[in-house]
């Protein structure tokens, strides 16, 4: 399972051998601040290499030995020695190349200059030492955001402009600046954090391991599990995260969708400036176990409990067949892992992890009545506290209802076109299913957090209803 | 030469533009009857009153001209003449019209205030009823929208913040001294910038010294709010205060502005030197050097009120200029009903009356009540230019170049916007104007706005 494999290799580079001191040269715990596709987690056994950085980005490494002539790829140099006419024993190759070859960073201020951080791949660690200590020579005139590796230019030329940005509120900006400036002061954000704080309390009171709220978390693990993909370079990832939150540019397509939503899962783990400022505000167990189910597979804080929401992904995929197509539909599922507040910050993954861990603990807070909910989706959901009754209703609720709550926080919203967002779509659902299993009538508050039975849903789920 | 749409040219048939006034016909007879200049240069199709400083008004549009006549027999205290004129612009004048419309009812207003002494009176008043209605929601609003679709207030913003971050590159304790009525609407761009910076993100304190003391209580309470949410959402460690201090800037210390050693200070002003009286600038800025920041960046709008200020036509005509391309700007920027230009349009009328009505000390000492100058939201106004306000910085600092990436990254700013917007380098601004300007400047710092092709923002940065 892909799940375990990337834990695997979390957990491995947390058990190398060579990693006396994982961060000699950084400030900050590589754990806390891992980029997104973790590298220079070296095999032990193999050799390192420290060019300078002359040889490093000399584009002519491989030489004919015969004529001298220099050549970029290795492919070149053997298609090019062919033509010596060399005799057969020297047409094959001398060294043959038997030791795995990683190279160091020859920055010395570099986290990757140590042999245990080295990289594996040459072409990485050029592109590497270009991008953090290269000049930028390359400039979008769009934006004027500078690259100093040519694929990342041209990788980013092509996104440039096409974006929008959404706000919770609804506005739709083509310019980035005037979406984080009008983000920064838009009731949206104030009205989350205040649900934020509001759940919190609420929060701890409800948290229980109930089997059938595993199930649901280790659902939608798994849903993330199975589509992560490792990292792809900052241009794929921007280019993604970017895409979960506009409308249009990139096309959804099942894979698309889903790779998208991955690499975000992991680049918003992975890519932690402020972890440890994320950790603060994850006060409750209750918080950390959302994390867990959010972002999958890649949980540092608590390992634990990871390998329980993973262990426990294996087991629910069987017991929720139609969810599994329900997640197919590219429209939800690209929404589902998109936290509103994720438009806020969207240019790095940081943003999103702290917005969807705010996101997470608002889940708790707004314990709701899934079945108004599915009421509206055409579903029959046992009613009033009975809810844990039907797992699959709960588990529907998991999936869809919560969002809904999030999204509005109160009466105020049934006049904000937020509804009709494919961003209400959010992974931290399942939440609200305990509060409805554990508590008695008192907390039960309608999806929309008014009271009643307040229909205010997205047309589209009512659509995607349609595809089951 | 090269002719360009907004540069002044020399056409004879300017009549033909007069036809678009409904009134045209009382303005005709009452034209060619006062006119007394030989009108035979105009500018082709602006009602903007361009023209090099100390020359009148040469445009065809009507407004200018009025207003200039009024304002000269204002100063040779021509009282017939001055009625007739104030009646004339009454009746042409409105507020909801076009271009010289508005232009004519807002410096109407200066000038009854000015003839009549009662531009205090007229100041408070107006004040008054702006607060009442001055929210935050309001507030938020019409500034956002503003900067939605003009880059005149985040041409500074731009510039500012990137000489700010290049400034402070490296330090972990980060300290902001934010003079300015922006409602910190510069700060989430740098959040952003900070908190994806490659390294670790830095603490930031912000210290916001308010222009005027309404705004603090009200407006200011809430936008610290949402600068804290949002810090918090951007992970970038965040510290929030506010201050109301304009009045006694020069009084403000390392210890009231909560200065601590190991941080490294930005100065920002934006739009804040100029309501410093005249004579406090300097000591403002002695103020600003005794705190040692790492960067102070300047922002202000270019035009001269204050080396004229003695001399009430000459600052007439500066100011109608000034502000006559202001409005046009917001015309051509906002849709055509927008609300939110009629608010910044209205508040400009405050400014009017402020820099027209209320200088001098005769006005002063006559209104007892208005002794104490917190009375006064917004002080002075009294804008100088980019050369003038080099002058006075380049005592205590010295003038930092905006790097390329910060020039970059404004003229992309620009490109986002509608047309007519570019950027000027200093030398490029100093050949312009090179044959007027009184001040033999070499080092000329900071960028300049332009909206075709007129100066209207001057940006800098500078360092101890």
Redesign the interface.
Known sequence: MLILQNMDHGELSNAFPHHQNQNPTT??PPSLKRKRNLPGNPDPEAEVIALSPKTLMATNRFLCETCGKGFQRDQNLQLHRRGHNLPWKLKQRTNKEPKKRVYVCPEKTCVHNHPSRALGDLTGIKKHFCR?HGEKKW?C????K?YAVQSDWKAHSKTCGTREYKCDCGTIFS?R??F??????CDA??EE?ARVNAASSINNSTLGANNNNNNIIGYNNMMIGTSMAPHHNNNNNMATQFASICNKPIPFTEEATNNQTTTRGLSLWMDH??HH??EA?MATNNNNYHLNWVFGSKISTNPSQDLSSNTITSTTTASLPILGSIVNVPSLYSSQHQPH?TC??S??A??SA??LL?KAAQVGATSSDPSSFLGALGLKCSNGSGQGQDGNNNKFCGVYGSSLVLTSSSNNISTEPEKNELSQMHPSKRRHVMPNEESGGGQTRDFLGVGGANHHLPPFINQSLDLI | MHLSPYKKTHFNNNIPHLHHHHHHHIHDDDASAIDMHNNTTTTNSTSRCSSDSGEPCEDGKWACKLLKECAIAISQRDSTKIHHLLWMLNELASPYGDLDQKLASYFLQALFCKATESGHRCYKTLSTVAQKSNNFDSARKLILKFQEVSPWTTFGHVAANGAILEALEGESNLHIIDISNTLCTQWPTLFEALATRNDETPRLRLTVVALSSTTVSSVMKEVGQRMEKFARLMGVPFEFNVINGLDRLGELTKESLGITNDEAIAVNCIGALRRIEVEERESAIRMFRSLNPKVVTVVEEEADFSSNRNDFVQCFEECLKFYGLYFEMLEESFPLTSNERLMLERDCSRSIVRVLACGGGDEQNNNDENNNKEEFEDCCERRERGTQWCEKLKKEFSGAKFSDDVVDDVKALLKRYRGGWSLVLPQQQQQEEGHNSNYNNNTLSGIFLTWKEEPVVWASAWKP
């Open positions: 400030t900050t953090k400039k005139d769009k934006c004027s500078r310019r600046d005037s984080i400036t009008h983000r920064a002061f954000l104030a954090t400036h402020h400022r994320q505000t507040q806020a910050s240019s790095s940081n943003m702290t917005a705010q």
